[in-house]
């Protein structure tokens, strides 16, 4: 074993903590932002990988083996989410369901997939996830590529006539969902006015919301996450900007309002449909209200990432990764949280899409619109 990978496995076993008192008869695993500006996101992971292992356990396992849960933090760092991988590969983990953002999840997917371990993203939407011919990867989201032909076609329609500005932030999410929007957005004969880039985790996005300004932007199109365009809403509503701000599903988070606070009103964004509100979800909705927890965003399709994994052991009769893989690549349904859902060759999930949804009152699921 080299230097580097040596060293990559002692920084990591600083990140992942161990979830389970007892030794596991299988390890299952979540990785995401669990700590970092994007901290939301991993606690949403946390609470639904949490309760997915706690049910299956209470159901008598898989194929009668108790699940152990470890949480790795990357904190959608793309060096760390790869010392994390290694640190996992250490453990023997059976599932990996993460990581949250795509540019720790593709990393760290190589090294899933030179150890044969199964990866199945809640959250990563990125089409490179499952474009290099990688068995073992798969994801219960949807993709940047269909995500933004509803944004697209979203912003075409309703704002065709007015100034359009395309934001991101450089990270792989982020610009390839704002390249997605702009794609179909120009497809449908509108040409931006304005095509920028930020960077991260700054404090002062002024310089932006100035030029945004002089350019006399109508809608602001932000790929990118909720911390960055909190903080971007803000400015602009001080230098009296009324512009109509659009993103994608990394805003699908209360704490996107605790920073703009009435700012964010009007506030749209492109996400997967809300689950939570299925009533067929009634009962374990009810479990995290009665525990003071909303399970927004990603909670649940961490749970039912779990889930798919566990249904695929069941029908494989084993854990052994290679029989897994075969079984969440055999066209078979799984039934979870998220509906029926099958993977197609790729790993990819037969989503049922992308909503428009609207802020209002602190809260995004009033006045949701289906695709356009």
Not at 94 to 107: D, N
Not at 163 to 178: N, T
Request: proline share 3%; hydrophobic share 40%.
């Amino acid at each position: 074993m080299s230097k580097t990978k040596l060293g990559l496995l002692a920084t990591a076993s600083a990140l992942v903590l161990s979830m389970g008192a007892a030794k596991a008869d299988i390890v299952v695993a979540t990785v995401g932002p669990m700590t970092g500006p994007y901290a939301a996101f991993g606690e949403q992971m946390t609470q639904g990988a949490k309760k997915a292992v706690e049910d299956i356990n209470a159901a008598g396992g898989v194929n009668g083996e108790k699940l152990v849960l470890e949480i790795g933090d990357d904190a959608c760092d793309p060096k760390q989410a790869v010392a994390v991988a290694n640190q996992l590969v250490s453990k023997n983990v059976a599932l990996v369901a993460g990581h949250f953002c795509s540019g720790s999840s593709i990393p760290a997917s190589e090294v899933y997939f030179e150890e044969g371990i199964v990866q199945i993203s809640p959250a990563s939407t990125n089409p490179q996830l499952t474009e290099r011919d990688m068995d073992n990867v798969f994801r219960v989201c949807g993709r940047d590529d269909q995500q933004g032909e509803v944004a697209g076609k979203y912003l075409a329609a309703n704002f065709g006539d007015k100034k359009i500005a395309i934001v991101h932030d450089k990270q792989a999410y982020s610009k390839g969902l704002a390249d997605e929007t702009k794609k179909n957005l120009n497809a449908a004969g509108v040409t931006e006015a304005l095509y920028e880039a930020i960077t991260p985790a700054e404090k002062d996005y002024s310089a932006l919301v100035t030029k945004l300004k002089a350019a006399g932007i109508d809608v602001l199109y932000y790929g990118g996450y909720h911390t960055e365009l909190g903080l971007i809403v803000r400015q602009m509503r001080a230098q009296g900007m009324d512009t109509k701000v659009m993103s994608g599903d990394a805003i699908n988070t209360l704490e996107y309002w605790a920073i703009t606070g009435d700012a964010g009103a009007g506030t749209i964004f492109t996400a997967s449909p809300a689950i939570e509100t299925d009533p067929r979800n009634a009962e374990l909705v009810k479990y995290f209200d009665d525990i003071g927890y909303k399970p927004e965003g990603y909670t649940l399709f961490t749970y039912g990432a779990i889930q798919s994994w566990a249904q695929a052991a069941a029908k494989a009769g084993t854990t052994d990764s290679e029989a897994v893989i075969e079984a969440l690549h055999s066209g078979a349904t799984f039934d979870t949280v998220l509906g029926a859902i099958t993977f197609d060759a790729k790993g990819d999930v037969d989503a049922p899409g992308y909503w428009v949804y609207n802020w209002k009152d602190g809260q995004y699921l009033e006045g949701a619109i289906q695709n356009p």
